[in-house]
């Protein structure tokens, strides 16, 4: 399974970004998609998660101004960011909670490599 993530870029303050990640491979079934984030000197966080369900979560921080979706026909998530701020600035990973085959009993976590975003005067 590889996820390849794109959309990652420099904009100034109050702007937007779009963020796709694809996944690609042996996927047997998607249970859940996400975004999370790392600024250099801290943890990485959740940003927002979608599940097969359409269900979503966001972090506090973004709510109201980041939107997840989600391709189920091109096993691609989406992140809408908006209304951006320079806290925003991190690298961002997209994750994918999903099953290879039909007997896999458990699904398994898998990572891109990372997009950079940058908020920045």
Avoid: H
């Amino acid at each position: 399974v590889q996820l390849q993530a794109s959309g990652g870029g420099l904009v100034q303050p109050g702007g937007s970004l779009r963020l796709s990640c694809a996944a690609s491979g042996s996927i047997f079934s998607i249970n859940a998609m996400g975004w999370y984030r790392q600024a250099p000197g801290n943890q990485r966080e959740l940003v927002a998660a979608i599940t097969s369900g359409d269900s979503t979560n966001y972090a506090d921080s973004v709510k109201g101004r980041f939107t997840i979706s989600r391709d189920n026909a091109k096993n691609t998530v989406y992140l809408q960011m908006n209304s951006l701020k320079p806290e925003d600035t991190a690298v961002y990973y997209c994750n994918v909670r999903l099953r290879s085959t039909w007997y896999q009993r458990n699904a398994m976590d898998y990572w891109g490599k990372g997009t950079v975003v940058t908020v920045s005067s």
